[in-house]
C-alpha cells in the first residue's frame, strides 16, 4: 500500500489510539496534521513521525467545536495542498452511572465525541466534494454503542450514534466516492486503563510485556498498533468499496458489526393490544431477547443468521 501524495488529519493523535493510527498513515507515505488539545503533545507527537522519516505537521485545538474542524481542514490544505482522509479520534471519558452522571459528565462526552465527529466530517466532506477526486472518512465507534457498558451512558450515547450517522454519511457521499467507515478497537491506553479488569493487562502492554492469549484473542485487546494497521487498509484505494461498515478491531481479532435489523415478526388482524402482546409474547418475541452487555462469541460457537418468524393470526 501507497498513501504516497495523500493527506490526513487525525484527531486527539498526540498519544494512544490516535498517534499509533497518524504513525502508521505517515508510514504508507500519507502527509498527517498531529491534533490535539495540548500543543506540547501535539508538537512532540508530530516532532516524532518526522524523526521517523515522515511528513506531519501539528495543529493544537479542542476538537468539538465547528471552527477547530474547519480550521483542521485549512490547515491541511494551507500546508499540503489538499486533504484525503479525515479520522475522528479524538474523545474523553467521564464515566458514572446513571444515577451520579451529571448534564456536564453528558454534554463533555457528546461535544467531543459526537459533535466532535459530526463537525469534522462535515468540514471534510465539503473540502473532498469540492477537490472533486474522492476521499476516504474513518471515525471511531467502540463496542460500548453497539452493546453498551455500566457507567457508560453518555460514551455508549455518543458512539451509537457515530456508527448510526457513519451509515448515513456513505449513502449521502458514496455519489463522491467519499468512502465513510467506523472501527470499533480496543487496545492498552490511558482511556481503558480506567477500565475495570484492563488496568493490569495496560501496565502489562506499557511495559512492554507481551500480552496473553486470552487477551489478545478472546478480549480482542492488545496495543495501539495492533489497530493502527485498519486505519492504513480503509484509507487505501483497496477499500475503495468498503463504505458504511463498523469494523471491530484489536489485539488477534478482526471483525464486523452487523447492521440493525428485525429478527423476527407477527401479525395481528387489526393491530395489537396490550392483551394480545402479552398472550402472544412469550411464544413470538421473548426467544429472540438480546443479552444485555457485552458478549463474547468465539467462531465455533457463531450460529446461522436467525431465519424471520412469522406469525399471521388472520
Known amino acids: 500500500m501507497d498513501l504516497t501524495g495523500k493527506v490526513a488529519v487525525v484527531t ?15 508510514r504508507l507515505r500519507a502527509a498527517v496534521i ?7 503533545v501535539a508538537a512532540d507527537a508530530a516532532a516524532g513521525i518526522r524523526a521517523a522519516g515522515g511528513t506531519a505537521s501539528h495543529l493544537a485545538a479542542p476538537v468539538g467545536p465547528t471552527a477547530t474542524a474547519e480550521a483542521l481542514v485549512a490547515h491541511a490544505v494551507e500546508t499540503y495542498g489538499q486533504l484525503d482522509i479525515m479520522v475522528c479520534n479524538a474523545g474523553i471519558l467521564r464515566d458514572k452511572v446513571l444515577w451520579k452522571m451529571t448534564d456536564a459528565d453528558f454534554d463533555a462526552v457528546i461535544d467531543v465525541h459526537l459533535r466532535g465527529t459530526f463537525t469534522c466530517v462535515r468540514a471534510a466532506a465539503i473540502r473532498m466534494k469540492a477537490q472533486g477526486t474522492g476521499g476516504r472518512i474513518i471515525t471511531v465507534g467502540s463496542s460500548t454503542g453497539q452493546q453498551g457498558n455500566f457507567g457508560q451512558s453518555n460514551y455508549a450515547a455518543a458512539k451509537a450514534g457515530i456508527v448510526g450517522m457513519v451509515r448515513t454519511w456513505a449513502m449521502e457521499l458514496a455519489r463522491d466516492k467519499i468512502t465513510v467507515n467506523a472501527i470499533t478497537p480496543i487496545a492498552a491506553t490511558a482511556m481503558t486503563a480506567t477500565v475495570p479488569g484492563l488496568k493490569e493487562l495496560v501496565a502489562a502492554a506499557a511495559a512492554g510485556e507481551p500480552l496473553p492469549s486470552f487477551a489478545r484473542r478472546l478480549l480482542g485487546f492488545g496495543t495501539p498498533q495492533d489497530v493502527a ?5 480503509l484509507a487505501s484505494d483497496e477499500a475503495a468499496d468498503v463504505t458504511g461498515q463498523a469494523i471491530n478491531i484489536g489485539g488477534d481479532r ?7 435489523h428485525e429478527l423476527t415478526r407477527g401479525f395481528n388482524a387489526g393491530g395489537w393490544t396490550a392483551e394480545q402482546i402479552a398472550e402472544d409474547w412469550n411464544t413470538l418475541i421473548a426467544p429472540w431477547h438480546q443479552p444485555i452487555g457485552s458478549t463474547l462469541v468465539l467462531p465455533e460457537m457463531k450460529k ?3 431465519p424471520v418468524a412469522e406469525k399471521n393470526n388472520a
Open 12 to 26: 486527539g493523535s498526540g498519544r494512544g489510539l490516535g498517534l499509533a493510527y497518524a504513525a502508521e498513515l505517515a
Open 34 to 40: 498531529v491534533n490535539d488539545v495540548d500543543e506540547q
Open 229 to 233: 494497521g485498519v486505519v492504513g487498509f
Open 254 to 260: 478482526l471483525g464486523i458489526w452487523s447492521h440493525p
Open 304 to 306: 446461522p443468521a436467525a
